[in-house]
């Protein structure tokens, strides 16, 4: 899978894309969220570094954050909350069945190209 670039003062790191749980926005800041509990803060809108993401993995549920789909464990439809598997707790504001077709696209590619190959 694809990395992406994260760069600060002194480094340029590079992290896989798998490795990234989910993505939140600050204004012009992104901090991303790394399955090992890292935190890396970016200097890219949300909206740039989606652009960056594989759209077969990440999903954006709400205007300021994007999940890894492969992390879901759970979804709260009365809360409008999606839970990772690192227990954390993210608000989604599309309604259910778009939440659950952006999830399944995803899903339904991977299992064909399984059947195939």
């Known amino acids: 899978m694809k ?3 994260i760069h600060s003062q002194d480094q340029l790191r590079f992290v896989c894309q798998s490795e990234i749980t989910h993505c939140k926005s ?3 800041y992104t901090t991303v969220y790394v399955n090992n ?3 890396h803060i970016i200097c890219k809108s949300l909206t740039k570094l ?3 993401l594989d ?7 709400n205007q300021s954050c994007i ?3 492969n992390y879901i464990k759970l979804i709260d439809k009365k809360k409008k909350i999606v839970e990772l598997n690192n227990c954390k707790q993210i608000p989604f504001t599309t309604t259910i069945s778009t939440l659950l ?4 696209q995803s899903a339904a590619i991977l299992t064909f190209f399984i059947f195939i190959g």
Request: charge should be neutral; glycine fraction near 8%; charged fraction near 30%.
């Open 67 to 69: 999940i890894n789909k």
């Open 26 to 28: 600050d204004n012009c």
């Open 101 to 104: 077709m952006l999830i399944g």
């Open 3 to 5: 990395k992406i670039i």
């Open 37 to 39: 509990g890292e935190e």
């Open 55 to 61: 759209p077969q993995v990440f999903i954006r549920t």
């Open 50 to 52: 989606y652009k960056d």
